[in-house]
């Protein structure tokens, strides 16, 4: 009986083994959000129970990322809503991004707990190519859209918080991607009314994961909002 349940054990321990050895590069392209730290989470977990499994990480901004999920060379997409949502299947990501500006802060606005329209009417603008297309911002200027003052627009934040740092303008941005705290020069105010994005985990319809990404993914969907 003894060698039996041995050879039962060793059954199971070459099983779990196996399990263990899935390997596989898993690649995700993503726009910059705060939001990511729920796919970086899940990326820890599992290479930690799978230590085969690479990560390829490539960010960008929507346009950048939906281009190389369509033609194949990325498997996940993080992206920020409003974006063509029919193309893809998601789950969404746990986190809601909060959009702000950001400033110098010895610059006026530094000393308002928040930002409104009427505040940035007459400002000089630094924003996102993205956020100018995707509707949001404009809805939330109303009228005041068109009279804006841009200077400069960008499409990755850490440049135009450069930007910011020597006092050309005031950029529209969310928060909670550049670290604004102890020696740094700038800051950050919330828009009021607030406004929020929601950020999805998206893939191309009809995709075939490979082993890697479909555990990817379960762990993710875990912990994700339907």
Same mark, same amino acid.
């Given at each position: ?7 039962? /054990? ?26 990511? /730290? ?27 990322? *939906? ?27 746990? *986190? ?6 950001? *400033? /110098? ?46 200077? #400069? ?7 135009? #918080? ?47 994961? #490979? ?11 875990? /912990?994700?909002?339907?």
């Amino acid at each position: 009986g003894g060698q039996l349940v041995e050879l039962g /054990r060793k059954t199971e321990d070459e099983m779990a083994a196996k399990e263990d050895t899935v390997s596989g590069t898993v690649r995700i392209g993503a726009g910059e959000t705060h939001a990511f /730290r729920t796919v970086a989470e899940s990326v820890h977990a599992l290479s930690e129970r799978y230590p085969e499994i690479r990560f390829d990480l490539f960010s960008g901004n929507a346009e950048d990322v *939906m281009e190389r999920l369509d033609k194949g060379l990325v498997d996940f997409g993080v992206l920020i809503e409003p974006y063509d949502v029919a193309k893809y299947d998601y789950v969404r990501l746990p *986190m809601q991004d909060v959009w702000g500006v950001l *400033m /110098r802060k010895d610059s006026p606005l530094a000393a308002l707990d928040a930002v409104q329209a009427e505040d940035l009417r007459k400002v000089p603008l630094i924003c996102s190519r993205q956020a100018l297309g995707g509707g949001q911002l404009s809805s939330w200027f109303k009228s005041d859209y068109t009279k804006l003052n841009l200077v #400069s627009s960008y499409n990755l934040l850490f440049n135009a #918080s450069l930007l910011a740092e020597t006092g050309l303008g005031y950029v529209l941005c969310i928060d909670g991607i550049l670290n604004t705290t102890g020696e740094s020069n700038v800051c950050f105010r919330p828009l009021k009314p607030a406004l929020t994005s929601q950020v999805n985990l998206v893939w191309k319809k009809y995709q075939i994961f #490979s082993k890697a990404s479909e555990l990817f993914l379960n762990h993710i969907s875990e /912990r994700s909002v339907v």
